[in-house]
């Protein structure tokens, strides 16, 4: 009660103030203005008593309110400096309610607000937070005031508004905490308006808002705010993020319900804990240890045994192992948060899959050895997430993995997951390669002695079929494992990525011959290939149009396509692209399961080497990628080491019996489109020497191969490596000195049979196929001549029935294997041998290609210089004479230029080593078939074939001098330019 001097001077004051209220009523704005800024001269700033004060506030509190709906801005906001300045300044503010607090209501609770003008509406706020703040408890009979102030308030246009409505929103619940939850309700849905606010400080005081009225609430409405709260842990400000982790943390620890929603809290703040910001990220784990202990206070009396006999941390972890607090909180909400992690780790939002899997990453670091009741749930989300196109989801998924193979027990494991391995559609799983790639991970966390016992069932998984071959992947289409129809026009190839398209192609029959081209040095013919392969793919009625004319294509749209034998699917480039990516995808996390094996096991992995190789092998067959080759013939060296071998060849020999009889075993449904086929090359060529040493189990798998009833594909690919090993014969099949023999064999029942003609440029294909090898075999095996002399017969007459192939690569190969064995067979042909050969290489000496009539006349040569003793040279003469005439008649030309050339050619063989090879080796003039100079034809010709006969004729010299030098002269005179008949009977002279 204010003393009597109090009231004395408040009386004077307001005395001093009635011609400034009168002055309130005038209807100029500028009057009203500057009573106003007396009656604060008078009052406020006069430093008066705080009796003195209320005295004086509470006889001016009914003018000022009139005030606030002063129609100018100015008066209205001079009116509010100065309540704002009394209710700081007396000692009881909460007298004005009756007075303030309807007025407030008025000017801001109604459903459309009165004050216009922003920055006074916020001034109006903070003068409502000021009354919040002296008045208190005092305020409870205004909660339907306030709260309809605060619902307005909330959602203001003006985001500083919100910010102080949030603000005295908060603080309006601690001060009345007995009656608020009454009308808190209200509340909620202007707060999760503004929580999504675009200024970020808005949403950061919604956010604290959000928190204090459900601390203060009835708890019903938790449920209501969970979804957004969630949300703002995406937000891109560290603040927000920041609020949401305190407000959720408070929760924890203070919320009256709190232990009925701990499953759907717990998240919220363990997604912090892997939040980008450090501070939030500490923030967290400060939080977290607190709410662990708190529970683990609060259920002391249940966790007595646990906290007393603590199990050892299993898992090094770069921190500290959770509390057991936090890890019973997690181990008893598991069961309900696994189903939530599971949608969520499929939502569209890459946000919210990369959140979700850094969650369960931290659950099952909670969860340690009791993740094992929910593994095969857990498993199913692994799959899902392995396959997710986000780099972080697939991070984080194989790190929850890892801590799978941590804490559960291979044997556990292995048996959920091993199943899946081989069958992917077993576990609803869209990637083929999403079991290995959890497989791996799991592996990767388990531990040497606990994988020790199950390390032939790991190995044995891998080397299945349907695992390391990959069989139902699909990956067929991708290593070109498709059959009938493979067609494209050779014009338009270049318009493929040839990164794509190359490696399945490798393996059609047309490449083939470019392979073996390559091989001898022999440069193919332009279209070649793609006739060979167009043909090589089945009966023309599977082939409409095999030059692209009448398969439906326009020029602007080319396809590669494939059709498969069983299912008459046809697959265009994207197709392609799409299966080869699945490919090198699923090989590359097969060999991330072998590397796992080999880094974790070690030496123990000398017990399941076997099946290890198999399984790099299987990639090397199917991989079209440079790089995956390489990863699998380090992790070959990595098994090498660990076995303590010398090297791959060692390896190979330990294992070579095994590998043999594992194709073997299969080798009778092989088809051109077999991986098996490609795993025998890449077994024959990396074992090296090691082949040579198996060669009685070796050689019947590919006699099986290259029956004549067998894919045309299939033998092709085996004779195309038969070449090349036999090539290099000291090597690889003849490193032991033996593959003389079986040199019988091969011919009798691997070559020859092939060799027969058939019609068909399919067969033709197999057959110059055949045509490579045997002169590998001729040319790169040391074999003795009386084991070449016992197939002679039946080689001969197969070789001279090659030289009329219509392939120019085919009548070459021939043409060389006959030179290679005439040098084999030295002077031990019998008369009747070779008087059957020479007719065919004289046809060849007018064949259309320059290199076929080289390689004639080099043979021509040789078959010269093997006439040895038992060759009756008189009684043969009329053969040496057909011979001699035909050779002369290319003595003749009518280009003087030619024999100029020849000349020079000629006497520049004069000084040659005879040893060496003759000049026309070198020649490489290539004929142009189609100009239209024929003179010009006939010169090229003549350039390269007159000096070889001539050289020829030298040889065939010392065979009957009589008869050549009878012959030339016989012809000098008919001959246009008698040059080169001079020559050459200069040379029989000097003989």
Aim: charge should be negative; aromatic fraction near 6%.
């Amino acid at each position: 009660m204010a003393s009597a001097s109090d009231e004395r001077a408040a009386a004077d004051v307001l005395k001093s103030l009635a011609r400034h209220l009168n002055c309130l009523n005038e209807d100029n704005k500028s009057a009203r203005r500057r009573a106003l800024d007396a009656i604060k001269r008078e009052t406020i700033d006069q430093g008066l008593s705080s009796a003195v004060l209320q005295e004086v506030f509470v006889c001016l509190l009914k003018t000022l309110l009139k005030c606030l709906s002063d129609p100018a801005e100015t008066c209205r906001e001079t009116t509010i400096q100065i309540l704002i300045a009394f209710i700081r300044s007396v000692p009881k503010p909460d007298d004005t309610l009756p007075y303030l607090m309807p007025s407030l209501a008025h000017r801001l609770g109604g459903k459309e607000i009165l004050e216009p003008a922003e920055e006074l509406r916020l001034a109006l706020m903070e003068m409502m937070s000021l009354v919040v703040e002296v008045c208190g408890r005092h305020l409870a009979p205004y909660l339907d005031d306030v709260m309809r102030i605060l619902q307005r308030t909330i959602t203001d246009p003006f985001p500083e508004v919100k910010k102080e409505s949030c603000k005295c929103a908060i603080n309006f619940a601690k001060c009345v905490p007995e009656h608020f939850h009454l009308q808190a309700e209200c509340l909620f849905k202007p707060l999760l308006q503004t929580v999504s606010h675009q200024h970020s400080q808005v949403r950061v005081t919604a956010t604290q808002a959000i928190g204090a009225v459900i601390q203060y609430s009835a708890g019903k409405n938790v449920d209501d705010v969970l979804s957004h709260l969630a949300q703002r842990l995406f937000d891109d400000s560290p603040r927000v993020r920041k609020a949401v982790t305190v407000v959720v943390g408070d929760w924890l620890l203070r919320l009256p319900d709190r232990y009925s929603y701990f499953h759907k809290l717990i998240p919220l703040l363990l997604s912090s804990l892997s939040d980008d910001i450090p501070e939030i990220r500490s923030l967290a784990e400060d939080l977290w240890k607190k709410i662990g202990a708190q529970w683990e206070m609060e259920n002391e009396d249940d966790l007595k045994d646990k906290m007393d006999f603590q199990l050892p941390a299993l898992y090094a972890s770069e921190g500290e192992r959770p509390g057991l607090g936090c890890r019973e909180l997690v181990v008893r909400n598991l069961s309900k948060l696994l189903p939530a992690v599971g949608r969520d780790i499929s939502d569209w939002l890459v946000q919210t899959r990369v959140k979700t899997a850094q969650l369960l990453r931290v659950l099952l670091l909670h969860a340690e050895d009791h993740s094992t009741q929910h593994l095969q749930s857990l498993l199913t989300v692994l799959y899902h997430a392995c396959a997710d196109a986000e780099a972080d989801v697939r991070t984080q998924c194989l790190e929850s993995a890892k801590l799978l193979g941590v804490f559960v027990s291979p044997e556990v494991y292995l048996k959920l997951l091993l199943p899946h391995v081989v069958d992917y559609a077993s576990c609803s799983s869209a990637s083929p390669w999403a079991p290995l790639m959890v497989l791996g991970a799991v592996l990767r966390g388990s531990s040497m002695e606990a994988l020790r016992p199950h390390l032939s069932q790991i190995g044995d998984t891998l080397a299945h079929p349907e695992v390391c071959q990959g069989s139902q992947q699909g990956t067929e289409y991708a290593v070109g494992k498709c059959s009938a129809c493979v067609f494209y026009r050779t014009a338009d190839i270049s318009r493929f990525d040839v990164d794509v398209v190359r490696k399945p192609l490798e393996k059609s029959v047309g490449t083939r011959e470019t392979v073996i081209s390559g091989l001898w040095g022999i440069e193919c013919d332009a279209n070649l290939s793609a006739h060979v392969m167009a043909d090589s793919c089945g009966p023309p009625h599977l082939c409409p149009d095999r030059r692209g004319a009448g398969d439906g294509v326009g020029p602007d749209r080319r396809l590669l396509r494939a059709r498969r034998q069983d299912s008459g699917v046809f697959m265009d480039r994207n197709d392609w692209q799409r299966a080869l990516v699945r490919t090198v995808l699923y090989l590359d996390h097969l060999l991330t399961c072998v590397g796992t094996v080999l880094r974790v096991s070690q030496v123990d992995c000398d017990v399941i080497s076997i099946q290890l190789l198999k399984v790099l092998v299987c990639v090397q067959s199917l991989s079209s990628h440079q790089e995956q080759h390489n990863e699998a013939e380090e992790l070959m060296r990595r098994l090498c080491e660990v076995q303590s071998l010398p090297g791959v060849c060692e390896l190979y020999r330990r294992h070579m019996t095994d590998l043999l009889l594992w194709l073997f075993d299969s080798h009778h449904a092989w088809t051109g489109h077999s991986v098996q086929k490609t795993q025998l090359e890449i077994i024959a060529v990396q074992s090296g020497p090691v082949v040579g040493e198996f060669l009685s189990a070796f050689l019947p798998l590919l006699k099986s191969c290259v029956e004549p009833s067998r894919d045309p594909e299939l033998r092709l690919h085996i004779f195309t490596m038969l070449s090349k090993l036999m090539l290099d014969a000291g090597n690889t099949v003849d490193s032991q000195g033996r593959f003389g023999e079986y040199m019988e064999e091969v011919l009798k029942d691997l070559l020859l049979p092939n060799l027969v003609w058939r019609s068909g440029r399919c067969a033709a294909a197999v057959r110059t196929a055949a045509l490579s090898c045997v002169l590998a075999l001729l040319h790169g095996a040391a074999l003795p001549a009386e084991r070449v002399l016992s197939v002679e017969e039946g080689l001969r007459t197969q070789l001279i029935s090659a030289l009329e192939e219509d392939s120019r690569l085919a009548r070459l190969l021939a043409c060389r294997s006959l030179h290679s064995l005439l040098k084999l067979t030295a002077h031990q042909l019998n008369t009747d041998s070779l008087n059957k050969i020479y007719p065919e290489l004289l046809k060849r000496v007018d064949d259309s290609s320059e290199d076929v009539r080289v390689e004639a006349l080099k043979t021509l040569r040789t078959w010269f210089s093997s006439l040895g003793k038992t060759y009756d040279a008189q009684s043969c003469r009329s053969h040496l004479e057909l011979l001699v005439q035909q050779l002369l008649l290319y003595m003749d030309d009518p280009d003087s230029k030619v024999q100029d050339s020849v000349l020079v050619r000629s006497q520049t063989n004069k000084v040659q080593d005879k040893s060496k090879s003759p000049p026309t080796k070198q020649i490489r003039i290539k004929p142009n078939l189609h100009n239209k100079d024929s003179t010009t034809e006939r010169t090229q010709h003549s350039f390269v074939v007159c000096f070889g006969r001539n050289d020829v004729l030298k040889v065939a010299s010392e065979v009957d001098r009589d008869l050549l030098q009878q012959q030339t002269e016989a012809v000098r005179e008919k001959q246009r330019n008698p040059e080169f008949c001079d020559k050459l009977l200069q040379h029989i002279h000097a003989l």
